[in-house]
């Protein structure tokens, strides 16, 4: 038996390998990528590498053996066909009969355009008759933290959120979910609700940079539309900003408030700041 991680050079399949090698030997964990040169360090450390990728079938045929617990990472190629790259993944693990197969997917409260593929994968999962766990990770503290530098060129945090709340938490903490989930035993269908302990606003992320970083940081709150445009501006292709865009509006509706404690209880601690997040991509 394996415990197979898909999209292990990913920034969240990274931190799942990780904390998997903290809690079972390294020659009971997969890491499935596309690069393997990118994950030599967990090669040497005697982790099994397979190299498929989703957008060609044939590389996942006799991937997956009997008993396996694997973790289909959601691709991160927003607009493509994420579900059809999904399905092939669910088709190798059933042809396999695995274990159970657990995807990372999106808040079931989330109706904005990023979510369809999320529910559509979730359909196609139910309908293989595959034991499974539906991780609905809440949103990334690095979908912030990551790009500060033009919140720090304009001095100011530009979003369509209104006063909405979003309960973020660190990709570490969604990875010792999954890591608990793959390491664990009773998880077969069921869904988790992932999000962070505490909700914060854009004012109380503006306030918390200004904090950390000495400048004043203003909450610049803009329609919808106007995101869009400042996105496209910014260099982003038009589809992909309508559907960031979309997702402040969810947060304005309320859509990413996860409070059901799930995170918390699969990590086994307090899910991270978002005060800690930021003061590490300040100082970084």
Do not use: C
Request: glycine share 10%.
């Amino acid at each position: 038996m394996s415990i197979v991680v898909t999209g292990a050079t990913g920034h969240l399949g990274r931190h799942v390998v990780e904390q998997l090698l903290e809690k079972v030997p390294a020659d009971q964990v997969t890491a499935v990528v596309r690069s393997p040169e990118k994950v030599a360090d967990f090669a040497e450390r005697g982790v099994k590498i397979a190299v498929a990728d989703y957008n060609a079938p044939e590389t996942f045929d006799g991937l997956f053996a009997a008993g396996d617990k694997v973790l289909l990472i959601s691709g991160s190629e927003v607009g493509n066909d994420r579900v059809g790259q999904h399905q092939v993944v669910i088709d190798a693990a059933k042809a396999a009969d695995v274990a159970l197969l657990a995807y990372t997917s999106a808040p079931g409260s989330l109706t904005a355009a990023l979510a369809d593929d999320h529910r559509g994968t979730e359909k196609a999962l139910l309908a293989s008759g595959l034991p499974y766990a539906l991780l609905r990770n809440g949103w990334y503290h690095e979908n912030y933290t990551e790009n500060l530098a033009p919140v720090l060129e304009y001095n100011a945090v530009t979003n369509a959120a209104g006063a909405g709340r979003v309960s973020s938490a660190s990709r570490a903490d969604y990875a010792a979910a999954a890591v608990a989930v793959l390491t664990g035993e009773g998880h077969e269908n069921k869904t988790y609700e992932l999000g962070g302990d505490v909700a914060w606003s854009f004012d109380e992320y503006a306030a918390e940079l200004s904090r950390y970083t000495g400048k004043e940081i203003a909450n610049n709150v803009v329609p919808t539309e106007a995101l869009v445009g400042i996105l496209t501006g910014a260099g982003l292709p038009e589809p992909l900003a309508v559907i960031l865009a979309g997702v402040d509006a969810s947060i304005e509706k309320g859509e990413l408030v996860v409070d059901s404690g799930d995170l918390s209880r699969l990590a086994g601690r307090p899910t991270t700041p978002l005060a800690d997040a930021i003061a590490a991509a300040v100082k970084g």
